[in-house]
């Protein structure tokens, strides 16, 4: 099986020349075509054709297909459905504000976390992607767009910390300045709150933003949305998060999905402000997507819980809906292209 060409650093690059008898400047001419998004050996245009033809049968260059698109006509939101080489289906998307262009990226195909709110876990996890899969979605989507893609955030289908290596030789090749350059401050890593992988984070201090996907403060609600606080509970997930922020100084984001009648009480509001003490947080309330599937409905005191923790001194953000006419909630459209034959599952 040839290795993936896409997914491998500079270095790595320079060394397989060497191997090959190349001079090292051509390790920057294939990753420079790689990071610009060739989908083949062929548009390697200053390389010889003999080396194209040896990196051809070393090497595999695959690149995502687009499989559907959606913009939305209320706010430009783009979503895209790329189609992976072993048919599997996932999803990434373009959201434009003020201050530059977010890519949301997915990093699994599917999900096994089990969160009772989201689409993307709908039939489990398939597979990890690979880094190279992870970039093309930045790569395909800054192209097909014509958007300069200025901001990433891994919060679209799976749970990065469950492919964390894959994930952070992705951060490296994007971030590399011979590549997309994409400051690291500019990149946001979401969890539903598998602590292991913070503390692994914490000891590389990237100063990228780490997002916990909180959505309640308290074990048993959270153990009834989300199935991993069986295995990371809440108290624990509250621990490591002050512990990274000791240890990296980057302040945490919280996911809070508002779901009407379970975690949007007064008491929940406390309890998150009390948790978070110490710890300059910031709480982004999210108005939560309406998924056929689930009998779970937006909160109806989103307003009042916003003031309720501004009123106790915690910094909260009620997140702008985008994208509410393409099924922009994670993994709605692969969910549809599954149902109408497409695979994804």
């Keep these: 099986m040839r290795e993936d060409i896409r997914s491998m650093t500079l270095e790595e690059l ?28 062929a548009e390697m245009s200053d390389i010889s054709k003999p080396l194209r033809q040896r990196l051809e049968e070393r090497w595999e260059l695959s690149a995502l297909k687009e499989a559907r698109k959606q913009v939305s006509q209320m ?28 890519v949301c990226i997915s990093s699994q195909v599917g999900c096994r976390m ?5 689409a993307s876990t709908l039939g489990g996890k398939v597979r990890d992607l690979r880094p190279s899969e992870m970039l093309e979605q930045v790569l395909f989507t800054q192209a097909g767009s014509g958007l300069e893609v200025s901001n990433i955030v891994l919060m679209g289908i799976g749970e990065p910390m469950d492919n964390l290596d894959n ?39 990237l100063q990228l933003t780490l997002s916990v996907s909180l959505h309640a403060p308290d074990s048993e609600t959270r153990s009834r949305l989300m199935p991993v606080n069986k295995a990371y509970d809440v108290e624990e997930l509250f621990a490591a998060c002050h512990s990274y922020f000791k240890k990296t100084g980057r302040r945490i984001s919280f996911e809070y999905a508002m779901i009407d009648g ?39 005191r989103t307003r009042r819980f916003q003031q309720r ?34 695979k994804g599952l």
């Design 262 to 300: 379970v975690n949007d009480a007064d008491w929940q509001a406390d309890l998150i402000a009390e948790k978070l003490r110490g710890m300059p947080g910031h709480v982004n309330l999210i108005p939560l997507n309406d998924v056929a599937e689930s009998p779970l409905k937006p909160s109806r």
């Design 309 to 342: 923790l501004e009123g106790l001194g915690v910094t909260a953000t009620v997140r702008r809906s985008l994208g509410g006419d393409i099924d922009a909630s994670c993994g709605q459209l692969r969910r549809k292209a599954m149902e109408t034959g497409k």
């Design 167 to 205: 994930v952070l030789r992705f951060l490296e090749l994007v971030n590399h300045p011979q590549g997309m350059n994409i400051g690291m401050r500019h990149i946001s890593l979401s969890t539903c709150g598998m602590i292991p992988g913070i503390r692994r984070l914490a000891e590389l201090e």
């Design 114 to 118: 089990g969160c009772a709110f989201c």
């Design 14 to 41: 320079a060394a397989a020349m060497g191997e090959l008898g190349e001079p090292a400047f051509r390790a920057k001419q294939v990753f420079a075509w790689l990071h610009r998004g060739a989908g083949s050996f």
């Design 75 to 102: 706010d430009g939101t783009t979503k895209y459905l790329w189609e992976l080489k072993d048919g599997n289906c996932i999803e990434t998307v373009l959201m434009r504000y003020r201050h530059g262009n977010t």
